[in-house]
């Protein structure tokens, strides 16, 4: 029998691999060492603050930025020397705009089919079904600019459909989306996902949308500080999570550290505390300090603990300060 080539074991165990990648812009260091795998018909989540570096990494998979260091594939094909093949492989909807405002939504879509070489029936049929399962049927002869920013980015998503990409790369997907058009389109992703076999990476700043993904990595000042399963991540966080408001932070920090053996996180003008039994943590630090505590909540962990577990500081605080 004959052997696999690394290549070919790659393609069997991973669509997508990343492997030490760093990548800057003059002396700022966007991305830092990053490495990950996306598995075949993996929905894949990029969650991470703006200028967390999730738009570098998604410029370079989608072979608009070239490699600087380290290395990549998708779909066994080498990102570096081979990024021609894998154009024809990849479907790529970009946060920027990319429609022809003066186009209906139908023409916009046949001249990205006609990029791809396709044409006559075949053409015909997947703009229907694109239009179809997208909500867009009844708009395909409205101009592009006419449209609304949600249906603009439906047709956004349509247009990255419609050569039956193995891989679709989707940056901010739910940019102008209502709820409901959110609700479609995740609904849709995952019919590519489970019935075409479409392997999707994403990314996104919305802990809703990130729920939805297979598997998630969280990127924060171009590393990655986490990754695994949205359940995975929080059970990392390790019990419940304890948020204390007071008007002597460092003075009651202190005095949760001396009295319970546990060091609380400044966290936005509050304190956090993760514990496995949070209620009785809960009950014993009011009578503790009945004086100090002006308020407490309890909750079990979301995406957004996890996030501070790791770094220390709020989603948005990061937003602010990258």
Same mark, same amino acid.
């Given at each position: 029998m004959l052997s696999k080539s690394p290549i070919q074991?790659?393609?069997?165990?991973?669509?997508?691999?990343? @492997?030490?990648?760093?990548?800057?812009?003059?002396?700022r260091l966007a991305l830092n060492q990053l490495s990950f795998d996306v598995?075949?018909?993996?929905?894949?989540?990029? %969650?991470g603050p703006n200028g967390g570096g999730k738009t570098t990494l998604f410029r370079?998979?989608?072979?608009?930025?070239?490699?600087?260091?380290?290395?990549? !594939?998708?779909?066994?094909?080498?990102?570096?020397?081979?990024?021609?093949?894998?154009?024809?492989?990849?479907?790529?909807? *970009?946060?920027?705009?990319?429609?022809?405002?003066k186009l209906t939504v139908q023409e916009n879509l046949k001249h990205q089919a006609h990029l791809y070489g396709i044409s006559g029936a075949p053409m015909r049929e997947r703009i229907e079904n694109a239009l179809q399962h997208?909500?867009?049927?009844?708009?395909? &002869?409205?101009?592009?600019?006419?449209?609304?920013?949600?249906?603009?980015?439906?047709?956004?998503?349509?247009k990255g459909l419609l050569h039956s990409p193995q891989v679709l790369l989707l940056d901010e997907p739910s940019t102008g989306l209502d709820p409901g058009a959110r609700h479609d389109l995740w609904k849709y992703l995952k019919q590519l996902q489970h019935k075409e076999g479409v392997t999707i990476l994403i990314t996104?700043?919305?802990?809703?949308? @990130?729920?939805?993904?297979?598997?998630?990595?969280?990127?924060?000042?171009?590393?990655?500080?986490?990754?695994?399963t949205p359940d995975e991540l929080r059970a990392s966080?390790?019990?419940?999570?304890?948020?204390?408001?007071?008007?002597h932070l460092e003075q009651l920090s202190d005095q949760i550290s001396a009295t319970f053996g546990v060091t609380p996180q400044l966290v !936005?003008?509050?304190?956090?505390?993760?514990?496995?039994?949070?209620?009785?943590? %809960?009950?014993?630090l009011i009578d503790a300090f009945?004086?100090?505590?002006?308020?407490?909540?309890?909750?079990?962990?979301?995406?957004?603990?996890? *996030?501070? &577990?790791?770094?220390? &500081?709020?989603?948005?605080?990061?937003?602010?300060?990258t």
């Open positions: 074991e790659t393609a069997l165990t991973s669509r997508i691999r990343v @492997a030490d990648i760093s990548h800057r812009y003059g002396d598995r075949p018909a993996e929905i894949f989540g990029l %969650l370079l998979l989608s072979t608009l930025l070239p490699l600087q260091f380290g290395t990549a !594939n998708i779909a066994g094909l080498d990102l570096a020397s081979q990024a021609q093949q894998i154009r024809t492989l990849i479907g790529v909807t *970009f946060q920027s705009p990319s429609l022809d405002g997208l909500g867009l049927t009844d708009r395909k &002869h409205d101009l592009a600019e006419s449209l609304s920013g949600g249906l603009k980015r439906r047709v956004e998503i349509a996104t700043h919305l802990m809703e949308e @990130a729920e939805h993904c297979d598997r998630l990595g969280i990127l924060h000042q171009g590393e990655l500080v986490a990754l695994g966080v390790g019990g419940d999570c304890l948020t204390i408001h007071s008007d !936005n003008h509050s304190l956090r505390l993760e514990h496995s039994r949070g209620h009785e943590l %809960l009950k014993e009945p004086e100090q505590v002006t308020s407490v909540s309890l909750g079990k962990p979301t995406l957004e603990d996890v *996030f501070i &577990h790791e770094t220390g &500081h709020q989603f948005w605080q990061a937003e602010e300060t």
